[in-house]
């Protein structure tokens, strides 16, 4: 599968955005999808993921009331809606796909598949 993801741009603090990961060359249904984050001088970090049905949604205590996970297996495309954003938010933002894993899938080595990041910048 090969995700493209977009959606990214300079917000400033409080401002919304929703990120989008289009897949393609395959079932996109059999994937479990995360979003993670990576910013500079930082490791990659789980944000949330959601399940091949969209019926279960894992999020990371730093977003939880704050991003919402979602996916429309019709249209091959994960969402993260992003509110109430925040300076420490900022990051490098990564779709990835999971053949094998679940919901509980939180680090980067489950996830097979990358998209190549979208650019979140929150300003103060």
């Known amino acids: 599968v090969q995700l493209q993801a977009s959606g990214g741009g300079l917000v400033q603090a409080g401002d919304s955005l929703r990120l989008s990961c289009a897949a393609s060359e395959g079932t996109f249904s059999n994937y479990v999808m995360g979003w993670f984050r990576q910013a500079p001088g930082k490791e990659r970090e789980f944000v949330a993921s959601?399940?091949?049905?969209?019926?279960?949604?894992n999020n990371a205590d730093s977003v939880k009331g704050r991003f919402t996970i979602s996916r429309d297996n019709a249209k091959n495309t994960v969402y993260l809606q992003m509110n109430l954003l925040r300076p420490e938010d900022t990051a490098l933002y990564y779709c990835?796909?999971?053949?094998?894993?679940?919901?509980?899938?939180?680090?980067?080595?489950?996830?097979?598949?990358w998209g190549q990041g979208t650019l979140v910048t929150v300003s103060s």
């Open positions: 990835g796909a999971s053949p094998r894993g679940g919901t509980w899938s939180r680090t980067v080595s489950e996830y097979d598949y």
């Open positions: 959601i399940s091949r049905s969209g019926g279960a949604k």
